[in-house]
């Protein structure tokens, strides 16, 4: 059995709490032009019209909308592709440079390589000089006894 109680604040302040959360899943909010009894009302773009025609508004009933809305809902675990064709994150530097070969545009200066290694450790938060590394644990484990003097020096003290 479900336990449901109504709403404190109405129906009104559910569908403002809901809205937060599909804001820009299917459909901006500001092609929604009104919601009654009759069904929801919103603009959509004829592609098969030029000009001022190609904006229309369309009404359709409740059922039909949530409908035509959770066809564009995607499923647990899916992922919107944002990103395709010349900027796809596989192929975009040979796009670039073929781009930039065909257009005859100087291509971009390599990045010159430091020739001294990166030095990756963190900064210390008093003097601001890096940190030396003595002895790293797991999450959430504490230490059982101080670091071992060889893990400090290097040698092993008797």
Same mark, same amino acid.
């Given at each position: 059995?479900?336990?449901?109680?109504?709403?404190?604040?109405?129906?009104?302040?559910?569908?403002?709490?809901?809205?937060?959360?599909?804001?820009?899943? !299917?459909?901006?909010?500001?092609?929604?032009?009104?919601?009654?009894?009759?069904?929801?009302?919103?603009?959509?773009?004829?592609?098969?019209?030029?000009?001022?025609?190609?904006?229309?508004?369309?009404?359709?009933?409740?059922?039909?909308?949530?409908?035509?809305?959770?066809?564009?809902?995607?499923?647990?675990?899916?992922?919107?592709?944002?990103?395709?064709?010349?900027?796809?994150?596989?192929?975009?530097?040979?796009?670039?440079?073929? !781009?930039?070969?065909?257009?005859?545009?100087?291509?971009?200066? &390599?990045?010159?390589?430091?020739? &001294?290694?990166?030095?990756?450790?963190?900064?210390?938060?008093?003097?601001?000089?890096?940190?030396?590394?003595?002895?790293?644990?797991?999450?959430?484990?504490?230490?059982?006894?101080?670091?071992?003097?060889?893990?400090?020096?290097?040698?092993?003290? !008797?």
């Amino acid at each position: 059995m479900v336990y449901a109680k109504p709403p404190f604040a109405g129906p009104q302040a559910v569908l403002a709490y809901l809205s937060r959360y599909i804001h820009r899943v !299917a459909i901006s909010n500001r092609r929604l032009i009104a919601f009654d009894g009759s069904g929801v009302t919103f603009r959509y773009k004829d592609y098969r019209r030029d000009g001022p025609e190609r904006q229309r508004v369309m009404t359709l009933n409740t059922d039909a909308f949530i409908q035509r809305f959770l066809l564009h809902v995607l499923p647990r675990g899916f992922h919107r592709i944002r990103h395709y064709g010349l900027l796809a994150a596989s192929t975009h530097k040979t796009s670039l440079v073929l !781009a930039r070969t065909l257009l005859e545009v100087a291509s971009e200066p &390599e990045d010159m390589a430091s020739e &001294e290694p990166v030095d990756t450790r963190p900064p210390c938060p008093c003097c601001g000089r890096r940190m030396i590394i003595i002895e790293g644990f797991e999450r959430w484990c504490r230490p059982r006894a101080p670091p071992s003097m060889m893990a400090t020096t290097g040698k092993i003290l !008797a």
